[in-house]
């Protein structure tokens, strides 16, 4: 382990030499010579003279490093955010490339560097090669170490290094015919490639974006799309406490961005205050694990709150639910995302506004609540005693339909209906000899048309089930079409939504909610005709 901190700081310190020579320096003016000398005080020792010095202690407790400093030439290929390339028979004395791939075919005097970028080395280098956050690949003679971290080193069948190896985070493919004189060294080895981190950080984090459509950042859409399906989640499980904060985002906008903007200031400064109080760090984790549950609520609560501007103009009642609004704005912040600079002001503020909105409805929370706690018993004996007079008459409401009344359908009887329907499904595809894929698109086919015919299938037939309408209403086209294409989403997630009935107080699974139906137990047999 000594060794592999030696030849990393022996690397480093190739880097800052090369690094230094790339510094043109201007040359020190002539005085002329009737001009009388004068004190001179005592001169800092330069960049170049500091890393000598390191060197020369190098050298003398490691007499293989032999690092040449003395050439003051400025022959160095340097590029940033771009390539590196130097062609054969040509020479210089190193060759640096940041966010970008160093391709060296020539003589390299000394270093070869490259950072956040691959190094592809064929000609000889007297120094040593650095890859930091890339892979190297060497295939001719190195003198010194050859070091990658976080990336893949291979040596090819003509690579000769006199130095050490050192593989950080990464893995060593080394020819039969390579011959490495020193010693390697392998540290956490089989580390994931981040040649798509490289990716996303030059084509995104450069251009102020969090995605963009690019080769290599498709694990970046798979994070993004993994947390809106989170959000949708969210949206269905607390609908209503979405919606309240959604409604308060629109019916009090000023509030809920000034409310915003403090808890920016104000969150930083309460944990501060958390920690210095002493007694408080106890809380400081839970407070920060409820923090971060109210930021993933917030971004739920932000984009519901863009879906919705769109959804309640389609006209249709299942898609005005708050989980589709939040699918919605979800795929308008995907597109947002990928513009530049624009991106990731949208990803902040939504992430800001979120949360403020979160904090400003919970504090309206508790001041109704302490409003409707407050007594009404001094102002009602304060009033004069009067003959009330006869209370006038209030319009009672008709009663709900027979069927939103009736008992709700527990989990164990609608799987058992469902599995009756799927097996009948089965059958039928199997006699069809339809292929497996069609399976779920008839499945789903039937529900609908048995749910706009019938309001149940057989399945729900044989158990006695029933789909109603939460708002009493018939079951129409868009309802039965919403609710079978909710199925999936309460399949795909383990069948999370499925189970969902057994926590939900009127046994609504996902595509329940979706669609605003319940499944009702029914007191007399249906049939189909």
């Known amino acids: 382990m000594n060794r592999l901190f030696r030849t990393l700081l022996l690397c480093l310190a190739l880097a800052a030499g090369a690094t230094a020579w790339a510094q043109q320096q201007p040359a020190p003016p002539e005085q002329p010579p009737a001009q009388a000398a004068q004190p001179t005080e005592p001169e800092t020792p330069t960049v170049e003279e500091s890393v000598e010095e390191r060197v020369e ?23 940033v955010w ?19 791939d160093a391709h060296v075919e020539g003589e390299v005097y000394d270093a070869v560097v490259s950072v956040f970028g691959n190094a592809h080395v064929t000609g000889p280098v007297h120094g040593g090669v650095v890859s930091l956050f890339g892979n190297a690949y060497i295939d001719s003679e190195v003198d010194e170490a050859a070091v ?21 985070a990464g893995k060593l493919t080394r020819d039969p015919g390579a011959v490495v004189r020193g010693e390697s060294e392998i540290v956490a080895g089989g580390f994931p490639a981040v040649e798509g981190v490289r990716v996303w950080i030059e084509k995104c984090l450069l251009y102020g974006r969090p995605l963009a459509f690019e080769s290599g950042l498709g694990w970046a859409w798979g994070i993004a799309f993994g947390f809106l399906l989170f959000y949708v989640v969210i949206a269905l499980m607390f609908d209503k406490s979405v919606t309240r904060c959604v409604e308060t985002l629109e019916t009090q906008p000023g509030q ?27 809380i400081v984790p839970f407070a920060g694990m409820a923090l971060v549950c109210a930021s993933l609520f917030g971004k ?8 919705r501007r769109i959804t309640r103009f389609t006209g249709i009642a299942p898609l005005s639910h708050i989980a589709f609004a939040t699918l919605v704005g979800g795929l308008i912040a995907l597109a947002l995302y990928v513009i530049p600079v624009i991106g990731f ?12 909105v979160v904090l400003y409805t919970i504090v309206l929370a508790i001041r109704q609540r302490s409003a409707n706690r407050a007594p009404v018993v001094a102002a009602a004996a304060a009033a004069p005693i009067a003959q009330s007079p006869e209370p006038a008459a209030v319009p009672v409401p008709p009663p709900p339909p027979a069927a939103i009344t009736a008992p709700r359908a527990g989990f164990w009887i609608r799987m058992g209906a469902l599995m009756i329907d799927i097996v009948l499904i089965s059958v039928i595809v199997g006699i069809l000899d339809l292929s497996g894929e069609t399976f779920i698109v008839a499945l789903a086919a039937y529900g609908a048309l048995m749910w706009k015919l019938k309001s149940t299938t057989i399945g729900g037939l044989v158990c ?24 999936f989403l309460s399949m795909v997630v383990a069948g999370l939504g499925f189970l969902w009935i057994v926590f939900d107080e009127d046994r609504q699974a996902w595509h329940d909610k979706i669609a605003g139906t319940l499944v009702v137990r029914t007191t007399r047999p249906e049939s189909l005709v």
Do not use: Q
């Open 57 to 79: 202690e190098d050298v003398e407790r490691d007499p293989r490093i032999h690092i040449d400093l003395s050439d003051d030439s400025d022959n160095v290929v340097l590029n």
């Open 82 to 100: 771009g390539d590196s390339r130097l062609p054969a028979n040509d020479t210089a004395d190193g060759v640096i490339s940041i966010f970008g």
């Open 148 to 168: 990658s971290v976080f990336g893949d080193l291979e040596l090819g069948p003509n690579a000769r290094v006199n130095g050490d190896i050192a593989v950080v």
């Open 256 to 282: 809920s961005v000034v409310a915003s903007l403090m808890a920016v200031v104000l969150v930083p400064v309460a944990f501060v205050l958390l920690v210095i109080s002493v007694v408080g760090i106890a």
């Open 300 to 307: 739920a609560v932000a984009l519901a709150a863009i879906g």
């Open 345 to 356: 002001i949208a990803y902040k503020l939504l992430g800001i506004i979120g949360l403020g």
């Open 464 to 487: 006695g089930l029933k789909v109603v309408r939460r708002d009493g209403g018939e079951i129409n086209w868009d309802t039965a079409i919403v609710r079978a294409l909710g199925c």
